[in-house]
């Protein structure tokens, strides 16, 4: 490798986006990425694991060409069983439900629907449900091929480029939607602050992301490589540069200036499973998440996926907590 290597458990004095000045713990799992090492650090102050150091922002943007939506294997793709355009075409009702469920989230928290923000709308697919809800829609996505996608073939308002303050006129917005966004952005406080210009006050930011480190199954993975002294070591592009968990995404929210008042945690199907281990490991980890299906549905507790709701509050004060 071209850097230098780190060590298991090794402190290291570096940036937090939350904490600013801070030490960060190496963790047992780092990517080999360019001919370097890209490790999985934690915030010893507010517990945020990060991929450091970070990709540059032209190593990020070459992650969502074309071959992002429609391939799979092992070093490209969106990571599920199958490639990101053969999953939409067959969720079948199970997009509109989505969309559903979302408005009704973004409805208990607003009492009407208006104008809506799907930022990372990838081509288009959830925001033309939110439009044939009777949401006002534009999106905007990192992406060209996803961007000529859902102008051409869906007809929809998507702006090409990054997460820039003067891209949309401030306070405009009732809603702004993330969803399997945040993870893959290097300024995730930044971004979020961006979002809270663009609402109006009052209006709602919805986001969702991944949680695999809330997943049992994950802490005893990294129990055993730590416990072993190995890192686990991952070869696809580091696609999520921030792994949250429930206490660290409403930090971030808040150091965004955003007020979050709801959280709920979910599992992902186990059809949805990216299964790449052997036939043991496999069902241990298929057993697990029908734990966390239980758990989070339950308890909410446990679950490998986030949803949160956040208000540009209308004084602009951060008091209130996410509801547990």
Not at 26 to 40: C, I, M, N, S, T
Not at 60 to 67: D, L, N, Q, V, W
Not at 88 to 94: F, I, L, P
Request: with cysteine; net charge positive.
């Amino acid at each position: 490798m071209t850097d230098r290597s780190l060590d298991l458990g090794q402190r290291i004095a570096s940036t937090c986006p939350v904490c600013g000045p801070a030490q960060l713990r190496v963790l047992p799992f780092r990517y080999v990425f360019h001919d370097r090492f890209l490790y999985g650090v934690r915030c010893e102050s507010c517990s945020l694991v990060f991929v450091h150091p970070q990709p540059t922002r032209e190593e990020i943007r070459s992650f969502y060409t074309e071959e992002y939506f429609v391939q799979c294997s092992e070093s490209c793709g969106a990571h599920g069983r199958h490639a990101y355009m053969e999953e939409v075409a067959q969720s079948g009702t199970e997009r509109p439900r989505a969309a559903a469920r979302l408005d009704r989230v973004v409805l208990q928290q607003l009492g009407r629907r208006g104008r809506l923000l799907e930022v990372g709308c990838g081509p288009g697919f959830l925001l033309d449900e939110f439009r044939k809800l009777g949401w006002q829609v534009l999106g905007l996505e990192i992406s060209p091929f996803a961007v000529q996608f859902a102008r051409e073939h869906l007809g929809l308002s998507v702006e090409l480029g990054d997460i820039e303050p003067e891209r949309f006129p401030g306070a405009q917005a009732d809603a702004v939607f993330l969803g399997d966004v945040l993870e893959h952005l290097p300024e995730p406080v930044g971004a979020l602050r961006t979002v809270r210009h663009w609402l109006s006050p009052g209006g709602v930011a919805i986001i969702a992301v991944p949680s695999t480190l809330n997943l049992l199954s994950a802490r005893l993975g990294l129990i055993g490589y730590g416990m072993r002294r190995r890192f686990k070591t991952l070869r696809i592009p580091p696609y999520h540069l921030f792994e949250y968990t429930p206490s660290t995404l409403p930090r971030v929210i808040r150091a965004a200036g955003l007020r979050p008042v709801w959280l709920r945690q979910s599992a992902v199907p186990l059809g949805k499973m990216g299964l790449r281990g052997s036939p043991l490991e496999n069902a241990g980890k298929v057993t697990l998440q029908l734990m966390a299906h239980a758990s989070a549905h339950l308890l909410n507790r446990g679950g490998d996926r986030l949803l949160a709701a956040a208000i540009r509050p209308l004084d602009e004060t951060l008091a209130g907590t996410p509801d547990a």
